[in-house]
């Protein structure tokens, strides 16, 4: 394990006045933490799927989907992980209860990855948490589809499902 501290986050004081204490994390998050803080991402960062999968069956980090109801359903998703949309419905309207959804499901120092259909909508949930006080919210790069190929499709470039990590399908 790597100390660090979190020096990109948007406020580095907890509710309460206190600095945040560093905090010991595997090797990969302080990589990621690093390359965030030189990227000045408003967030902890970013990791591989790869990685996100290893980090979470070792117990050391909590997923959490954060696509639609819909898109879990019929694209399919990552087995016993959270699920708060950052959107909802066809209009991808953003789910006023997503802060609210992850505080009632997780601390803030807790070490939490946010996947969606591409990193980007997670990027942005990512900052979001971290402005509302979570510390260690990093984003799954190039999320559950990937990005799109040269036909605009997903799934065949990229992304948790084309690695072949494991998934299911309702």
């Not at 100390?3 to 010991?24: F, H, K, W, Y």
């Not at 965030?36 to 997923?63: C, M, Q, R, T």
């Not at 949930?125 to 260690?136: C, D, L, V």
């Not at 190039?142 to 990590?165: P, T």
């Amino acid at each position: 394990m790597t100390v660090i501290q979190l020096t990109n986050a948007v406020d580095n004081s907890t509710p309460n006045g206190s600095s945040n204490a560093a905090r010991e994390l595997p090797e990969v998050l302080a990589k990621a933490a690093q390359a965030a803080i030189g990227a000045e991402l408003a967030y902890a960062g970013s990791v591989a799927p790869e990685d996100a999968w290893k980090l979470f069956i070792n117990g050391h980090a909590h997923l959490v989907d954060v696509r639609t109801v819909e898109e879990r359903k019929f694209v399919g998703h990552v087995p016993n992980t959270f699920h708060i949309a950052w959107q909802t419905g066809p209009a991808l309207i953003k789910n006023p209860r997503f802060l609210r959804e992850l505080e009632n499901k997780l601390p803030k120092d807790a070490v939490i990855l946010l996947l969606c259909r591409s990193g980007k909508r997670s990027a942005a949930a990512a900052e979001a948490a971290t402005k509302a006080g979570f510390r260690y919210v990093f984003n799954v790069r190039e999320g559950f589809e990937g990005d799109l190929d040269e036909h605009q499709q997903r799934g065949a470039v990229s992304g948790w499902r084309q690695r072949g990590l494991p998934w299911v399908q309702d």
